[in-house]
């Protein structure tokens, strides 16, 4: 299986420190959060990576280079300009290949292990899906979450698609299939939401809730509470 990190983005919320360094190198205890991503990927057996970026990209490629030292083979998918989700994912799909491929978002921190990704794609397999999301609890700046987990795994936009449903947040961890971004073109901005929105209403998107420790690391508050969780973690051992 092969996995793409999306990287491009500029960062905004986070200035000034994105002003001279791309988002994914931000340390967080003591190393780039784009690493941690790599080493669990690494841990988990996946060894081919995507790596898209836009904004002071050439840092990113300079910072981790072919990925050897994670044990990693790693790929660049450069942006001119930040493509939005999908449009990023479908200029890079020459890259990722002809099979279902794990996505997470450069700016989060999750414990989720995608060792659990391979079962996750025979299960698109098995029941004919287009993608599956990792849903996580509402964050207290997303209070709304973003779409309605079944009892019966798949994901829906509208209540009425599922009545039994609850709102979760998506946590920028998902796998997809290629024949998501079938018409998206390359090399042209596009978001990933009305795709899935799409999907959704073909009962095609599938998703799992997970709850314990997801931050989506987009403002300097939450860059400062996950080092201190991290402190505290590391004072504990």
Known sequence: MRAMILAAGRGERMRPLTDQMPKPLIPVAG?????????????????DVVINHAWLGNMIEEALGSGQQFGLRLQYSAEPQALETAGGIATALPLLGEHPFLVLNGDIWCDWDPAQAASLVQQLALRQCLAWLLMVPN???????????????????????????????????????????????????????????????????????????????????RLAALEGKMAARHQTK
Do not use: C
């Not at 959060?33 to 057996?45: D, M, N």
């Not at 009425?160 to 998506?170: A, D, I, L, R, Y």
């Open 31 to 47: 190393k780039p959060l784009i690493q941690w991503h790599l080493e669990k990927l690494a841990q988990a057996g996946i060894r």
């Open 139 to 221: 964050p207290a700046q997303h209070p709304q979450g973003d779409f309605l987990l079944g009892t019966d795994g798949l994901v829906h936009d509208q209540p009425s698609q599922s009545p039994n449903g609850f709102k979760h947040t998506f946590a920028g961890i998902g796998l997809y299939h290629p024949k998501l971004f079938a018409h998206i073109p390359t090399h042209q901005p596009a978001k990933l939401a009305p795709l899935l929105r799409q999907a959704m209403t073909h009962d095609s998107v599938l998703g799992s809730l997970h709850q314990t420790e997801w931050i989506d690391v987009g403002t300097p508050e």
